[in-house]
């Protein structure tokens, strides 16, 4: 049985959170930034309360998630 395209989409909607340029970090950990499929991501390490930066590129449309990835 085909899938629907809205059961595929689900599948690769982004989990959690999502963190705009000059929000405040809520804790203490690795944040990715996705840049499509051509660019590798963007990874920073961020202490609780620190702004998240705009990556290059994006500007204010940089969206950062958490990860559980300690780099």
Not at 17 to 33: E, F, I, L, N, W
Not at 41 to 59: A, T
Request: some cysteine; proline content about 7%; overall charge positive.
């Amino acid at each position: 049985m085909a899938a629907s395209v809205e059961e595929v989409l689900a599948r690769y909607r982004p989990e959690g959170q999502v963190y705009r340029p000059g929000q405040k970090a809520p804790y203490s950990g690795t944040y990715v930034c996705d840049r499509g499929t051509m660019l590798a991501p963007v990874r920073v390490q961020l202490s609780r309360g620190e702004e998240f930066p705009e990556v290059r590129g994006l500007g204010k449309h940089t969206r950062w998630r958490g990860t559980n990835i300690q780099a």
